[in-house]
């Protein structure tokens, strides 16, 4: 398969001010010389603690934040590209789902407006091709056509997250990064949109950065796993490989941390602060690497 993404030493880097008056300055490595890449119509998970690092190199990917160093190509595209028309490529061809779909949508646009507005800056259809992909998209979500003039707060939560997919579809991206897209959701709402971006996935050979913390749905829904511990990756692999022989001793803490069946039987037995880096050797590849490579315990 084809390579949609590349991310290549992708590093930022946050100076935080502390002390009364803030004069004593801090930096904070939110994402720490990163590599990964994506290939087509695959999904790739992003799992870590809160503050590791996950949202950041979902942002960056997408030129929403600007790195520090590092270099992103979004079909051999550079996204931090000066030329006006490499940057409408990427922004096409690249969108996001957030986590809140009601802070996402624009309170005052219709369904309407709000599916519209990309399709029109991108400039994709004329006045009669509009109605008919407007009505399209609502279809591939599971809405129907009368509710393209109603108003995001008259959806419900999982409605809403709909819109949100419709809204990343609109422009026919090939790379979608989905922030945390279930997480706000009830249980049996999650389920539906989860199945549903596999369905479009297959439907419109998709590929996703998915980033979240619930590790089950994770690898239910990914091909490939990348476990992020402050601002590294300490762990890519595939999926089944990851969860059924995690190597790095973060990987397995993340694993046991996660709610058991039987609380009884939940133990941790590595204890994380006695985490010490270590850079790994380049010549060995990052999974063969285990319990030696960002770690001694």
């Known amino acids: 398969m084809q390579k949609i993404v590349e991310v ?6 946050f100076s935080i001010s502390k002390g009364l008056f803030g004069y004593k300055k801090t930096e904070v490595r939110a994402v720490d010389n990163v ?3 994506i290939k087509e119509g695959s999904s790739l998970g992003l799992v870590g603690e809160s503050g590791s690092g996950k949202t950041t ?27 006006r028309g490499d940057i409408r ?20 646009m219709s369904i309407k407006d709000i599916l519209l507005e990309g399709i029109r800056i991108h400039k994709l259809y004329d006045s009669q091709g509009e109605g008919k992909r407007l009505r399209e998209l609502l279809e591939l979500v599971g809405l129907v056509y009368a509710d393209k003039n109603k108003y995001p707060h008259q959806f419900s939560g999982g409605q809403r997250q709909r819109v949100a997919i419709a809204r990343a579809l609109s422009v026919e ?10 997480s706000s959701l009830d249980m049996s709402i999650r389920a539906q949109i989860l199945n549903l971006l596999k369905q479009l996935q297959k439907e419109l050979n998709l590929s996703y950065l998915f980033i979240s913390h619930d590790l089950p749905l994770v690898e239910y829904f990914c091909d490939r796993v990348a476990v992020m511990y402050q601002g590294k990756i300490v762990e890519i692999a595939d999926a089944k490989e990851i969860y059924n022989n995690p190597l790095h001793p973060y990987t397995k803490i993340l694993f046991q941390a996660g709610l058991a069946p039987e609380p009884e039987t939940r133990k941790l037995k590595i204890d994380i602060t006695k985490f010490e880096y270590t850079p790994p050797d380049d010549d060995i590849p990052l999974r063969e690497h285990g319990d030696g490579h960002l770690a001694k315990v």
């Open 35 to 37: 590599d990964f890449e």
């Open 173 to 182: 991206p090939e790379f979608i990064v989905c922030d945390e897209a279930v």
């Open 8 to 13: 290549k030493n992708l590093t930022k880097i």
């Open 57 to 83: 190199c979902g942002r960056l990917i997408l030129n929403l934040l600007k790195p520090d160093k590092g270099e992103v190509l979004i079909k051999g595209i550079d996204v931090f590209s000066r030329d």
């Open 89 to 108: 490529k990427v922004r096409r061809s690249s969108q996001i789902i957030f986590q809140d779909p009601f802070n996402s949508l624009n309170p005052r």
